[in-house]
């Protein structure tokens, strides 16, 4: 059973950082993309970003030159690095791997930035 596991979350003032990381256990496949998603209050899930197994990435516009994320293929694990966060930037950060034929979803961390 796959499971993803987000941690790194928490409230923040405008301008600060956090990281986020996404665990993936149960994995006996290759994960091919991995990504990061967000839902605010009142609103549908929109992508944050998404990297491939091989590294290449894709930015919502609304965080490049702001967010980066990486990943560590060996330890199955996605992480987020925020900077310049804005009070925009807070909801629930979801992370998302495809796997086979399969997409799996952890179950939300939440990011609070105040201004």
């Known amino acids: 059973q796959v499971q993803l596991v987000e941690s790194g979350g928490g409230l923040v003032q405008a301008g600060g950082s956090l990281e986020l990381s996404c665990v993936a256990s149960?994995?006996?496949?290759?994960?091919?993309?991995m990504g990061w998603y967000r839902q605010a209050p009142g609103k549908q899930r929109d992508l944050v970003a998404t990297?491939?197994?091989?590294?290449?990435?894709n930015y919502a516009d609304s965080v490049k030159g702001r967010f980066t994320i990486s990943r560590d293929n060996a330890k199955n694990t996605l992480y987020l690095q925020m900077n310049s966060l804005k009070p925009e930037d807070t909801a629930v950060y979801y992370c998302?791997?495809?796997?086979?034929?399969?997409?799996?979803w952890g179950q939300g961390t939440q990011v609070t930035v105040s201004s």
């Open positions: 998302n791997a495809q796997i086979a034929l399969s997409n799996f």
């Open positions: 149960g994995v006996i496949f290759r994960i091919n993309a």
């Open positions: 990297i491939t197994f091989g590294g290449s990435t």
